[in-house]
Structure formats: structure tokens, C-alpha cells
């Protein structure tokens, strides 16, 4: 298999020159010497631009490519007032420890050339050593560190141990690799920010704020949003760059036996056949794989291939070499040095290496599949031609949906802007997380009104569960003594479940309970650092799951019955054919089953159902559009009934879902567990409500949303067409996982359904109908509409399951049947408010949907009948007994 034979699109961008300046006259004597001195006569345009905006006090965003001297950039502004200013402080923010300690490398010839007792520097995070800490605090001028730290130790802190001198004399801010902070990660960044805003305030510090940014479309506004500050953006880039040349592979089809499409030769393999000629012809190269165990998969492959004879023995297997997550720090120090004195020629990484830290100069790097954004993928690719030399970049396209898309769309990667880093600092989960952290550092005042948007509603919430206290018009903090250790940065739900590893009892990971009922309930495969792990229980109480490994053939995706209830709508516009709507709706995803799929061609190989369902009730953000009728009543016809009732085979709304879902990804930067894309359920429905509308929501897989349905409804137009290029361009005939999610059902129909939001067509004809083999599911044992009849049969049945609420269920003397609702007739009229409360009325419904054939969206209501003579003496006497206790 040739390498050449495999190449579909080659581009070149040619070399560019460097745009130099003279050092700007403010520019301090001493730094200009110590620059000189380093062999740097001038500055790059952008970093002199950078300088002289810091001078004004600017609020600086720069977003020029890798390798373009970002750091210097930042740097000079910082340095000038520290050498003029010895009790400046700054405090540089870097995603990760690995990048501060990187940077802190890169930083220290400033320190060694001005001395510490001018410039004194220092990496303050959780490795950090007590007594390093107390110098970094007592005398660091520049303290590198990562947002946990901020939120956990600065912040809650800041009257302590000195920090109180760093904050009082804090002048700069400095924030590198701003574009990774999106979603729930930077939603809380927002508000760590904020509350440093009121320190400062307190201390009467006005810090200045620079950020540095991968090339996102919207650079200024996560500026903005994040630092609460208004930004001025830096993009003209004059730093010079060799000529780039750029090479997309695609790995040959798979066929089945009967000449089916099921996929293509794993990206793996192409890499291993690859590697071994860059390390023949003495290419220094990084390679980055999406996970760990792939990392390790390539490096083998590649050594192996490297001992043949066709590559002169086996002495150049130690010239490659992995880096990723779980090797030790010692370990990835020793292999950075290697790379960069020229020991090793290569390394197969993980997106560890993406963010900047030096490795050395690098002529071509591989891309063992997409990475997932355009930002991320010229970030990976920026790290080769550095040294100013030609350097040559391999995607290898995996079976995925961005990788086909891009085969038949290259231009796509090239020639448009990156996706929007999205993010909402108003969630109402996130913002009380800080809320509560704020008033523990300093009592609410009116102005923090202008910082926290629902402070009115927050505090009588607090007041009430005697976490605050109203202290001369200040509002003080009486809860437990650190509320900034209730929640982690990285997400949003405060319920985590673990995943132990049972044969060592070791923590495999850790989750929000969604996730967990999605990735972790019993028989799923959950995919850690390579390993393949079979989820043996999940246990709701003590929010723990168990797993051992295993070597399969299949991972598990969730099958789930997804409810969403909308609430009102606060954006409107039409487009082409479609009224879309962005507002609140109410989610229900209850997970019922899950299907095992197959590795590498992704077939179904069957359903399991779980024995109980794992529910989620939550209100979020969505975007919303109503279905063209012509679509609803063909996709309707297409569908077959499964063995026990359900409407789930071809499902071409399924379909529909998945093509539009991958889209609205490329667009927003989110990962697959970050947005929803659902039919609404009468969709599926036949014979009865086919004049309601059916909708297809995009909705916000986070309480309270983080911004990504309102930036898909702002996208409406390239999410659609775009959706049309990936589906009609993918390699396949008739449909795969790669474009529409399965084989089984027909493109063509995906295609022309997508194509009717633009205008009205006419269905195609020959639609391929798929007949499918049986498949094992448990047969639900109860009718709804004789639940009336059956109903104490059904009260035994759920007492021998054991499920919450089976107990309950069990004391209901009766109840009625009525079309979609399910009538339970009682006595005490106390119960009413008891049943329908929200949790315990959703758990019900869940319970009976589960257990009976039952029509969508079921209805519960309550009906009391008059209490009797006895029920009244019994109450009489226990108000009676409880008065007499009282007193």
C-alpha cells in the first residue's frame, strides 16, 4: 500500500516574509539590550503593536499563528513595568500544569539576565512545594499558574498568607491559550473572573488584561465574555513562515461479502505505514493520535515495521518515540530533551503536545484522523516549519463524519474561518457555584448587582438555607468554610459518580450523573487510556459504578427516549421553509437500552435493555425547527415496527438527527456529549395525532444551557447546507455511520429530507428498505389502556422488581384509564401536591412508560375521594396527641 496511491487533495501556502520594526521608543534601554543581546534587532510587527496597545492600557487579544511569538509579545508589556515597578505583580493563567512549567522554561533567561532581586518568577499549582509557595507569594513578580488555583487558592484566600500584597499590586492578568477555554470550563472562568474583579476592587487594583488565542471566529468576544473587559484584537501577523504544504489521505474502502460499504482500513494502519519513511529519510516529525491507546497502537506498528529489512534493521525503532498521559513527568521531560538535542527524530502523541510546549524543530506532522475543530487542527500542524523551514502536514481521514466531509469539501478546512468558542457565564448553576464562593471571600454589596446578573433571586435562596446573613445591608457568608471546593471548573452538575476498576479498586474516571447513565450503566464498554472496561453495576446510591477490563470487538452507544417539552420561545426567524425558534424547553432523557456496535465499521450487532431506566429531568436552552409536513408523512411510511411494539426501525428521522448533529459540532466546538439533536416524540407516532407538529430540537445537553443552541440558531444557514454537502458528498452508496449514522438506512432519503427545509421536492423512488435480524428484547409485560383493569397485578409485579416507588405504587387502591391518562385514585388530599411534585411525578411516569406498552407523553393526574368517618377520627386524635406532646 503506497502512501501516494492514497492522496486526494494536496495544497501549498507558500512562504511568507516577515514584517519587522524598529524597538518602539518607550521601550526600556536595558530590554532592548538584553534583546540584542539574544540576536532579536527588531520586533515583529504584532509584537511591537502588542507593546506600544499595553502601554495604553489596552485590553489586548492576539490571535496570530503558532510559532509567531505570542510569548515575547505579552512579555515586553509586562517586563517594562516590572523593571520600572520592582512590587508589580502578574499573574500568567495557562490551561495546564505542563504549559505553565513549559513557559516557565521559556522565561527564565529574563530572570537570569535582570537577576531575581528585579524579575523574580514562579509555577504555583497544586505540585508546587510549601516553601516555594511562601517565596513565590512573598517575592515572585511574575506567578504562573492554572485556573484551579486561582478559584481554590487565590481567591478564597486573598487576605492571607500575602496574597493580599499580590492582588493590591496586581497590574497585569495574563491568559494564554484563551480559545480552550469554552463550555462549562469557560463559563466558570467567567465567574472565577468576576470574583477576582471584586478582590481587585477591594484592594483598589485595576489589573490589565492580555490574552493570546489559537485562530477562532471569535476571538473578542470569549475576551470579552470571559474578562468582563471591552478588547482590542492584534491579527496582523509579521512573523515570517516557510512554505507549508498540506496532504489529505484517505484510507481505501472495506467492503463486506456482499459488496456492502462497511468502512475503511483503520487510520492507524496508514500511520504505521507512513511513520517508518519519514523516519527512512530522517524527518523530524511529531504524530498526533485522538487517544492514547491509538497513540500506542501507531508507535508498535511503526517499530515493528521499522526492524524489517526494507529499513536497515532495527537501531532506528529508537528514534520514535510516545508522549502522552500517563507517562510520568520525569519521563516526558527526558523525551522533550531527546527531541529537541535530536536523539529522537519522531514522537506519536496525543493532543498533549497541541498547546505550544517545545519539543524542538519539527518539518511534518501526521494527523491521525480529524482532530475535531479547524482551531485544533492548525494548532497541531503549527507545530512544524518553525525553524523557518519548508514543512510538510499529513491528515489521515478517518471514517468519521467531519473526516468525510472534509474529503469531499478541503476547501472547507482552508478557506473558512475557524468555529466559535462558545460559552455562558450566566448559567444559573455555575453563577451560584461563585455567588456562593464570592460571599465567603467578601460580603455582597449593591455593586456586585452589576457583576452577577441573578444576584436578587440567589440571595433570599441563600438567606433561607443559612449560607448568608444581612449584615448592615451587606450580605455575609455563614455556610460551610469553603464553598469554592463545592464544584469542579470543568463542568456543571454538582452529582458525580465514580467508576472503580474491581480488580484493583483504582478510580477509573470520574462524571455528572447524565453522562454516567449514558457511558457507565450496567453492560456498557467505557473506553479509558486505551482500555477497554465492561461496566459490571451501577450503583444510584452511592453514586459508584463498578468494571473490569476486557478485550472486545464492540463499544456500547446508549439507546434513549428523549422528551422535550417546550416552554416558551424568545427568538424567532424564518428560513427558506422552516420557522426556527430559539428558547427554554425541558428535557426528560430517560436511557432505556444501549446497542453494541462493532469497532472500525461501527455495525449494530444488537440491543440490550436495561433491567430499570436511568432518568434526567432538567430545563435548558434549544434551538427548534418545525418539520415539513411532505417530510413527516414519507419518513412516517418508512417506518417498521420492532418485536415488542416500538417504531425504531427505519427511522430516517434517526438519521436526520445524526447528519444535523454533526454539523451543528463542526460549527460550535463542542464535543458529542456537549449538544442534543431529538425529534420531538409524536414523530414516531402512527395513526393518531398526525396533525400536530413534529419538531426537531438542538438543544444545550447542560442545565440551564452554556450558549450552543442560541450560536446553532445565530447558524442556522451553514448547519443546513452544510449538512446537505457532508451527506451527498460521502464516499459510500447508499448510507453509512459515516454519514447518516447507519447502513441500514437509505442516503438518498436523509438527503432529500434535508434538501426540503431549502424547498419543496418530490420523494425519490426505490427507497431501500432493510430487512432486519431479530433482535432480543424484553417484552413489556403490561398494556396501558389495561392498567385500569390489571392494575393490582401491576402493583404486585413492580413490588417483586423492587423499583422506587414500587412500594407506593402498591398502596394505590385504584386507578383510571383514559386515553394518554393515567388517573390514580386516593384519599388524603395532602398526597396531591406530594405526588406531583416535579422529581417524584417524572419518576413515576418514567416508571410506568417503562413497564408498559404506553402511548407518548403520558399524562398522571390525581383524583381524592372523600376521606370516611374513621380516616377523620384518626386525624382528630393524632392532632390531639401531637398538641399534648408539644407542650
Known amino acids: 500500500m503506497e502512501i501516494q496511491d492514497l492522496i486526494i487533495y494536496q495544497r501549498t501556502i507558500e512562504k511568507r516574509e516577515a514584517e519587522n520594526v524598529d524597538f518602539p521608543e518607550a521601550l526600556l534601554p536595558e530590554l532592548a539590550a538584553f534583546l540584542s543581546q539574544k540576536g532579536i534587532g527588531k520586533l515583529y510587527c504584532h509584537q511591537a503593536e502588542m507593546f506600544e496597545l499595553g ?18 509579545s505579552f512579555l515586553l508589556p509586562v517586563l517594562q513595568e516590572i523593571l520600572a515597578n520592582p512590587l508589580a505583580r502578574a499573574i500568567f493563567i495557562y490551561p495546564t500544569k505542563a504549559l505553565a512549567s513549559d513557559q516557565y522554561r521559556a522565561i527564565r533567561p529574563y530572570l537570569e539576565y535582570f537577576g531575581e532581586n528585579r524579575v523574580s518568577a514562579g509555577v504555583y499549582d497544586g505540585d508546587t512545594p510549601v516553601n516555594e509557595r511562601s517565596r513565590i507569594r512573598k517575592s515572585a513578580n511574575i506567578i504562573l499558574t ?18 493580599d500584597f499580590i492582588f493590591s499590586n496586581l497590574k497585569f492578568v495574563v ?20 470574583r477576582l474583579r471584586r478582590v481587585c476592587r477591594y484592594y483598589n487594583a485595576s489589573p490589565q488584561y492580555l490574552c493570546s488565542s489559537a485562530t477562532i471566529a471569535n476571538p473578542v468576544e470569549l475576551a470579552e465574555e470571559i474578562c468582563g473587559q471591552q478588547f482590542i484584537q492584534i491579527d496582523k501577523d509579521g512573523s515570517p513562515a516557510a512554505q507549508r504544504r498540506y496532504v489529505l489521505v484517505q484510507p481505501p474502502k472495506m467492503v463486506g461479502a456482499d459488496k456492502q460499504y462497511i468502512g475503511q482500513v483503520q487510520t492507524t494502519v496508514i500511520a504505521a505505514e507512513l511513520i517508518p519513511e519519514l523516519v527512512e529519510n530522517e524527518h523530524s516529525f511529531i504524530a498526533f493520535a485522538k487517544s492514547r491507546k491509538n497513540v500506542e497502537v501507531v508507535l508498535k506498528e511503526s517499530r515493528d515495521k521499522l526492524e524489517t529489512e526494507h529499513f536497515f534493521g532495527a537501531s532506528l525503532t529508537d528514534k520514535i518515540s510516545g508522549y502522552r498521559g500517563g507517562y510520568t513527568p520525569l519521563e516526558r521531560k527526558e523525551i522533550e530533551s531527546k527531541m529537541i538535542t535530536g536523539a529522537l527524530w519522531g514522537l506519536v502523541s496525543t493532543n498533549a503536545l497541541e498547546l505550544g510546549i517545545d519539543i524542538g524543530k519539527i518539518d511534518t506532522t501526521v494527523l491521525v484522523g480529524y482532530p475535531g475543530t479547524r482551531a485544533s487542527f492548525w494548532q497541531q500542524t503549527g507545530r512544524a516549519g518553525r525553524s523557518g523551514k519548508e514543512c510538510t502536514n499529513y491528515l489521515i481521514l478517518d471514517n468519521l463524519p467531519f473526516d468525510q466531509y472534509i474529503a469531499i469539501n478541503p476547501d472547507w478546512l482552508f478557506e473558512n474561518s475557524c468555529e466559535n468558542a462558545v ?7 455555575i453563577q451560584l457555584a461563585h455567588i456562593r464562593a464570592a460571599a465567603a471571600e467578601i460580603p455582597l454589596t449593591l455593586d456586585d448587582i452589576s457583576l452577577f446578573p441573578d444576584l436578587g433571586e440567589t440571595i433570599p435562596v441563600l438567606i433561607r438555607a443559612n449560607e448568608l446573613t444581612n449584615m448592615n445591608g451587606k450580605f455575609a457568608w455563614t455556610g460551610n468554610i469553603f464553598p469554592a471546593g463545592d464544584f469542579s471548573l470543568r463542568n456543571i452538575d454538582k452529582a458525580r459518580y465514580k467508576l472503580i476498576n474491581q480488580e484493583n479498586n483504582k478510580e477509573i474516571t470520574e462524571m455528572d450523573e447524565m453522562q454516567a447513565f449514558r457511558e457507565i450503566h450496567n453492560g456498557a464498554i467505557y473506553l479509558h487510556d486505551g482500555v477497554q472496561y465492561q461496566v459490571l453495576k451501577l450503583d444510584l446510591e452511592s453514586k459508584t459504578a463498578v468494571a473490569i477490563p476486557i478485550n472486545g470487538n464492540y463499544y456500547t452507544m446508549p439507546g434513549s427516549l428523549t422528551n422535550i417539552r417546550i416552554i416558551n420561545g424568545s427568538k424567532m426567524k424564518d428560513y427558506q421553509r422552516l420557522s426556527v425558534v430559539f428558547g427554554d424547553v425541558n428535557v426528560n432523557e430517560m436511557v432505556l437500552m444501549y446497542k453494541k456496535l462493532q469497532f472500525h465499521n461501527h455495525q449494530n450487532l444488537g440491543f440490550e435493555q436495561l433491567e430499570q431506566p436511568l432518568a434526567k429531568d432538567y430545563d435548558t436552552e434549544s434551538t427548534w425547527l418545525k418539520i415539513p409536513d411532505n417530510v413527516v408523512n414519507v419518513y412516517r411510511r418508512l417506518l417498521q415496527r420492532s418485536q415488542n411494539g416500538q417504531l425504531i426501525r427505519n427511522n430516517h428521522f434517526e438519521g ?28 414516531i407516532e402512527i395513526g393518531e395525532n398526525l396533525g400536530d407538529a413534529v419538531y426537531l430540537f438542538i438543544y444545550d445537553k447542560y442545565i440551564g444551557g452554556l450558549g450552543y443552541g442560541e450560536k ?4 442556522t444557514a451553514p448547519i443546513f447546507e452544510n449538512a446537505i454537502k457532508m451527506v451527498s458528498g460521502c464516499q459510500c452508496e447508499d448510507g453509512c455511520a459515516a454519514c447518516i449514522g447507519d447502513y ?10 434535508l434538501r426540503n427545509f431549502l424547498e419543496e421536492i418530490k420523494a425519490p423512488k426505490g427507497i431501500k428498505l432493510v430487512e432486519y435480524t431479530p433482535s432480543v428484547f424484553i417484552e413489556k409485560p403490561f398494556q396501558f389502556n389495561e392498567l385500569q383493569e390489571k392494575w393490582k397485578a401491576f402493583g404486585a409485579y413492580m413490588l417483586e422488581k423492587g423499583d422506587p416507588f414500587a412500594a407506593f405504587l402498591s398502596t394505590v387502591p385504584e386507578v383510571e384509564v383514559c386515553d394518554r391518562v393515567l388517573t390514580l385514585v386516593l384519599h388524603h388530599d395532602f398526597y396531591r401536591d406530594w405526588i406531583m411534585e416535579k422529581t417524584n411525578k417524572h419518576s413515576l411516569i418514567n416508571m410506568i412508560t417503562f413497564y408498559t406498552k404506553a402511548p407518548a407523553e403520558i399524562e398522571l393526574k390525581i383524583r381524592i375521594d372523600p376521606i370516611d368517618d374513621a380516616r377523620s377520627d384518626v386525624k382528630n386524635k393524632l392532632q390531639k396527641r401531637y398538641e399534648n406532646l408539644v407542650e
Not at 55 to 72: C, D, F, R, Y
Request: aromatic share 8%; proline share 2%.
Open 656 to 683: 436526520l438527527c445524526y447528519a444535523i448533529k454533526n454539523v451543528a459540532m463542526m460549527v460550535t466546538m463542542t464535543e458529542r456529549e456537549d449538544i442534543g439533536v431529538a425529534m420531538s416524540n409524536n414523530a
Open 146 to 163: 492554572n485556573p484551579e488555583m486561582l478559584n481554590s487558592a487565590f481567591l478564597p484566600n486573598h487576605s492571607k498568607f500575602g496574597f
Open 712 to 715: 446553532v440558531f445565530d447558524l
Open 744 to 753: 441500514k438506512l437509505d442516503k438518498a432519503m436523509i438527503l432529500w429530507g
Open 175 to 194: 491568559i494564554d491559550e484563551l480559545h480552550t477555554y469554552r463550555g462549562a470550563f469557560g463559563s466558570h472562568l467567567a465567574n472565577v473572573f468576576r
Open 55 to 72: 502601554m495604553e492600557q489596552k485590553h489586548i487579544v492576539i490571535t496570530t499563528s503558532t510559532a509567531s511569538g505570542k510569548t515575547l
Open 423 to 429: 460559552i455562558d457565564k450566566n448559567n444559573l448553576l
